[in-house]
């Protein structure tokens, strides 16, 4: 069993920057591609970054291209998104995801305001 605790969420003005973390539990975090997702409200949840099990790989969203950097510590369980240069429409609930053939895991989410 898999479960995924987001952290780090929070209030911040236009500009500014915030980690997310999200820890794991079980033992498939170090073999599985993690994402974070996000959802404003009134629009449909996105992806905005995703990593390989070595981290040899990420994708971003290009609106968040050169702003955002995932990555992962696998020895902690644990997945990261530093944001930086943060800009209101980046306010939404974010979310990681475990990304597996046939199951789908998801943590509670975190709040992100971004005020102008």
């Known amino acids: 069993q898999v479960q995924l605790v987001e952290s780090g969420g929070g209030l911040v003005q236009a500009g500014g920057s915030l980690e997310l973390s999200c820890a794991a539990t079980?033992?498939?975090?170090?073999?599985?591609?993690m994402d974070w997702y996000r959802q404003a409200p009134g629009k449909q949840r996105e992806l905005v970054a995703s990593?390989?099990?070595?981290?040899?790989?990420?994708n971003y969203a290009d609106s968040v291209k050169g702003r955002f950097t995932i990555s992962r510590d696998n020895a902690k369980k644990t997945v990261y998104l530093h944001m930086n240069s943060l800009r209101p429409e980046d306010t939404a609930v974010y979310y990681c995801?475990?990304?597996?053939?046939?199951?789908?895991?998801w943590g509670q989410g975190t709040q992100v305001t971004v005020s102008s």
């Open positions: 995801h475990l990304r597996r053939v046939g199951s789908d895991y």
């Open positions: 079980g033992s498939l975090f170090g073999i599985n591609t």
């Open positions: 990593i390989t099990p070595g981290s040899s790989t990420t």
